[in-house]
Every structure is written in C-alpha cells, then in structure tokens.
C-alpha cells in the first residue's frame, strides 16, 4: 500500500525520537507526554546524555525518556539507595537512577560494553554524580553469584534489568534473592515492541522474533512466582515491576 508524503513524514518523524519505543496508537499522543511532561521537567544532564545517544546506531537500546522520568521518581518514592543495574548502555537510565539517589546512594552498574558507557560518562560526571556509580565490564551472572556468595542477601532496595532477555529468568532467580523484601525489581522491554500479542506468522524484525519467546516466558514465571506482586506497566517499552513479598 503506497503512503502519502505526508505520512511518510509523519514515519520519519516517529523515529527522530531516539528510544522511541512507545506503545501508544497515536504518536501525537506519545509527543504531547514528551512535550508536556517529559521535557520541560528533564534535567539538563538528562538531555545532553539523550542527545548524545541520538547520535549513536544502537540508539533503539536506550531507555526512553518518559520511562527515565518514571524511573526517576520511583526511586524517590522508594527512598533508593542502594540500587543494580544490568544493561547500562550509554547510561540515560543509569543517570535518571543517580540523580535520583541521595549523595551517599550506590548503584552497581554492569554491561559488557565500556565504551558505549564511556560514552555518558563525562555527562555523568558533569552532573556531579558519578560518584555514586560502580561500573563492572562484563557478564552480570558471575557478578550476581559472587555476591550471593558473599552474603549480599536482601542487600538492594531496587534492580533495574535492561539486558540480554534469553538470561532474564537467569538473572531473577539470583535478584530475588538479592534484593530486599519490599524491594522492587523492574523488567524492561515485557512487552517487546508489542510482538507478544503477534499471531506466529506476523512479519516481525529478527532480533524481535528470535527474543520474544524468552519474554514471553519471562512474563509467564513473573506472573505465577509467589515470592513476588508484579505490575506490568506499558510505559516506553513495556516495565514489569516486581515487588518482593517473601
């Protein structure tokens, strides 16, 4: 079906948007939070770390920026302070969780990527809050076993997961054990740019067919592991929240 210049327009301008992973029907819709809520709110490191990642080809993998605003908050509303992140990037969410930590607040950052994180680190460190950051290169799940090893039991107020979704249900059976009872877990991508309601033969990207089974699983062992309360919400990408209960 041939499309209109105006709505090829209207295509491209969708994209422009770096992260825009939104799973509203309407793009305006999606533009009016950005415009209205987002951005006149977004602190200035926020921005410049967003531009920047603009510019980057893998920029599809950051954290949108409503999400890093919800992030931001819940945080607060939590009283974070010492926090995880698996999947760091170029660090768009890693700064949204900084900035939201009291000064003496920790995050244990982990990618197998320095040089994307290099990247948003001089903006990290402008914002005054790289202090707070302890970056590990590198695979999480010997991370993750070395600090239940140590004890580190329900040690961390709050897990952020942005990673490799085939080690999703690897990494959570070690972060419950990690974070703390009335602690919070969140899933990014759970609703994996909405394929995990495609019929089998809908006509989806590779990277997207080849995940979405491991989603969908993931979703599944959430929903029925009684340890945790789950809230999936269709911010950004989708973010399932899990509570830890026991």
Not at 215 to 227: C, I, M, T
Request: aromatic content about 8%; charged content about 25%; overall charge negative.
């Amino acid at each position: 079906m041939a499309t209109t210049g105006e709505e090829s327009q209207n295509q491209a301008g969708r994209h422009q948007e770096v992260g825009h992973k939104s799973l509203l029907q309407s793009d305006a819709l999606y533009q009016y939070i950005l415009e209205t809520s987002v951005y006149p709110r977004e602190p200035e490191p926020m921005k410049e770390l967003r531009e920047i990642t603009a510019k980057h080809p893998w920029n599809i993998m950051t954290t949108s920026a409503d999400e890093g605003q919800f992030l931001n908050m819940l945080l607060k509303l939590i009283n974070a302070k010492n926090t995880m992140e698996i999947g760091v990037y170029t660090g768009y969410s890693l700064l949204a969780t900084a900035l939201a930590l009291p000064d003496d607040g920790k995050i244990l950052a982990m990618d197998i990527n320095r040089e994307n994180y290099e990247l948003g680190l001089p903006v990290i460190q402008k914002a005054g809050v790289a202090h707070k950051i302890d970056f590990r290169e590198g695979p999480a799940l010997p991370v993750l076993d070395q600090l239940i090893q140590d004890g580190k039991h329900g040690t961390f107020d709050f897990i952020f997961v942005d990673a490799d979704k085939d080690n999703y249900l690897n990494y959570h059976k070690r972060l419950i054990e990690l974070v703390k009872v009335g602690g919070l877990i969140g899933y990014d991508n759970t609703l994996w740019n909405g394929s995990v309601v495609a019929p089998p033969d809908a006509p989806l990207r590779k990277y997207v067919r080849y995940y979405r089974d491991f989603v969908l699983e993931l979703n599944k062992a959430l929903a029925a592991d009684p340890r945790i309360e789950i809230c999936m919400l269709p911010v950004g990408d989708g973010i399932t929240l899990c509570r830890r209960i026991s």
